[in-house]
């Protein structure tokens, strides 16, 4: 199984990303897919995530700003990121989960600074 998260660097405010995220070794379209990033200092935290229905949910402070996606056929998920602000500086990880199994990603940096 593995995680391959790619896209990260360096932005200025107000700039765009998108994150991708490649899997394989599991059945992709039958696993939810979830972003979550950890800030400098700070716990991981959620940060969107998609259902194998393409059912989407993104935390309030990224909310109108990320868009999450995916690509069975590609068996990628991607994390649109718009309109960044210093403060979503962090290493995002991806994570696939169907009960009872869970897979991580092993993160990729992101800076937003001028």
């Known amino acids: 199984v593995q995680l391959q998260a790619s896209g990260g660097g360096l932005v200025q405010p107000g700039g765009s990303l998108r994150l991708s995220c490649a899997a394989s070794?599991?059945?992709?379209?039958?696993?939810?897919m979830t972003w979550y990033r950890q800030r400098p200092g700070k716990q991981r935290e959620f940060v969107a995530t998609?259902?194998?229905?393409?059912?989407?949910n993104v935390a309030d402070s990224v909310k109108g700003r990320f868009t999450i996606s995916r690509d069975n056929a590609k068996n990628t998920v991607y994390l649109q990121m718009n309109n960044l602000r210093p403060e979503d500086t962090a290493v995002y990880y991806c994570?696939?989960?169907?009960?009872?199994?869970?897979?991580w990603g092993q993160g990729t940096l992101v800076t937003v600074s001028s």
């Open positions: 070794g599991f059945i992709f379209s039958l696993y939810a």
């Open positions: 994570k696939g989960s169907n009960y009872p199994n869970a897979y």
């Open positions: 998609i259902g194998v229905g393409g059912s989407t």
